[in-house]
């Protein structure tokens, strides 16, 4: 028997608090005036995608104690940001990456309930931790969390904001003009919580929205956090968007789902791709060549060896060879708030492996980190890109994908004229919204809903 196409999930994620903006392009506009947002949002609608996504930095990241470029800075708040796109757009998910680490349950399920409200039930929380003292120093706790203490608090609070959404069951407002009744509850929002990290009562005051509750996102891909997103999200963010690692990924998470009574169809995976388009495969990579080349300047590349040598790199050549000195593996790292410090453990190993793909490649300190950073995940012409994203989300390396663009606002703009119409014509992906809601979008079943088959079932 034939396995039934697959529809794809389609989403944008407006570029900033990452490395893939090149916002010194000619091309390239601002990431704080309001109408970038709009455009890349109103370009996302018009392609059909399920939602727009927003990371979120929660301190500047300096190096050597300075602020660098690396990455945009500046970004207005995210509540405002997605509260505003709400208006100029009808059906598009509002997806928010909102810290569980220096937030609270009553503050942010408010600021959700009624994102939902104003949406019309498009909203969206990618539920992250903050892992680092650096960002900490910015939050009257200061300090962090141990990773296990991270993820305990996290659970927590998820747990309890889905207690505050649950609190109001959408029957409560009357609104009887006539006998003057508003509320047939009174009690309508009450909540009680007392666990660990939290110990909070009282009555919510954000009525049921139109979602129940916002669609959950998570990102982390540590042990934990797979079990995290395998218990209690919706969709995880993941970084990876090759086939292999995607399929390893994909079948990991997937599997965790039953202990926890959910089924395939209740988590999606949808990694984080780039792409870099052309009339032909050749051009395509060739602009994908001087799309790297731009992201990654002489300037940039000395910081980014820094990352791993935690060293002053400033009197070194880009365009010479490595350090021949040895990385400084002392706690006290130069390079603060980047995950970059996380993912190189072990330095003396990185460096030993990159003076050895530099001496065999000829490569300067610039061509290094050109060479090993991140690649565009499809590049091609829009026949060759549509295929591949098709072959691969059939193929169980993902659900779909969330694209990041290198240009901002206008960086989509081509991806959605050129290949969102192959896609429809192979009959993988949405022609027109078939609902109102993100859930509807996304193919999830109302939490009410689902509620109500789990126990049927």
């Known amino acids: ?54 990371a979120e930095g929660l301190r500047l990241r300096e190096q050597g104690g300075k602020i660098y470029d690396l990455d945009v800075v500046g970004r207005p708040d995210t509540f405002t940001i997605l509260s505003a796109l709400a208006a100029v ?10 810290n569980s680490t220096f937030n609270e349950p009553y ?26 003292a650096f960002t900490g120093e910015n939050f009257r706790r200061g300090g962090f969390l141990p990773q296990d203490e ?29 006998t003057g009744t508003f509320l047939r509850d009174a009690k309508a929002g009450a909540f009680v919580h007392s666990g660990q990290h939290f110990d909070i009562h009282g009555q919510f005051n954000v009525p049921r929205s139109p979602q129940g509750r916002p669609v959950i996102f998570q990102a982390g891909d540590s042990e934990e956090g797979r079990e995290f997103a395998a218990s209690a999200a919706d969709a995880i963010f993941s970084r990876y968007a090759g086939l292999k690692e995607g399929q390893a990924f994909y079948t990991d998470v997937k599997n965790r789902l039953a202990k926890y009574g959910r089924g395939h169809r209740d988590l999606l995976i949808l990694p984080a791709a780039s792409f870099a388009l052309g009339d032909t495969d050749a051009e395509a990579e060739e602009l994908a060549r001087e799309v790297r080349r731009k992201q990654v300047s002489g300037a940039t590349a000395l910081k980014h060896l820094e990352f791993v ?23 006290n790292h130069i390079s603060k708030g980047r995950a970059q410090v996380r993912m190189y453990r072990d330095p003396l190993a990185i460096a030993r492996e990159w003076r050895e793909l530099a001496a065999a490649n000829n490569w300067s300190i610039r061509d290094l980190v050109i060479n090993t950073g991140n690649r565009q995940t499809f590049v091609g012409s829009p026949e060759t890109v549509a295929r591949t994203i098709n072959e691969y989300v059939q193929a169980d ?3 779909g994908f969330i694209l990041v663009p290198h240009i901002t606002p206008t960086g989509l703009d081509t991806f959605a004229d050129k290949v969102v ?11 027109e919204y078939e609902g109102t809601t993100l859930r509807d979008h996304l193919g999830l079943a109302h939490p009410d809903q689902a509620r109500g088959e789990r126990a049927v079932s």
């Open 309 to 331: 040598w935690n060293r002053d790199l400033s009197s070194y050549d880009p365009e010479g060879p490595l350090p021949d000195i040895a990385p400084d593996v002392g706690e």
């Open 421 to 431: 119409p192959l896609l429809q014509e192979q009959g993988v992906f949405r022609t």
């Open 150 to 178: 991270r993820y305990s608090r996290a659970k927590e609070f998820l747990a309890t904001a889905t207690e505050l959404f649950d609190s109001w069951h959408g029957d409560e407002i009357v609104a009887d003009q006539q």
């Open 1 to 54: 028997m034939t396995k039934p196409l697959k529809q794809i999930h389609l989403a944008a994620h407006f570029p900033g608090v990452n490395n893939t903006t090149v916002w010194s392009d000619p091309e390239a506009g601002s990431h704080i005036e309001f109408s970038s947002f709009a455009h890349f949002a109103r370009t996302a609608e018009r392609a059909k995608f399920d939602f727009l996504f927003l």
């Open 107 to 132: 503050e942010v399920a408010r600021q959700f309930a009624s994102l939902d409200h104003l949406s019309g039930g498009r909203s969206a929380w990618n539920v992250v931790t903050s892992w680092d």
């Open 89 to 98: 757009t009808d059906h598009l998910g509002l997806t928010g990456t909102i």
């Open 397 to 399: 390396a993902s659900d």
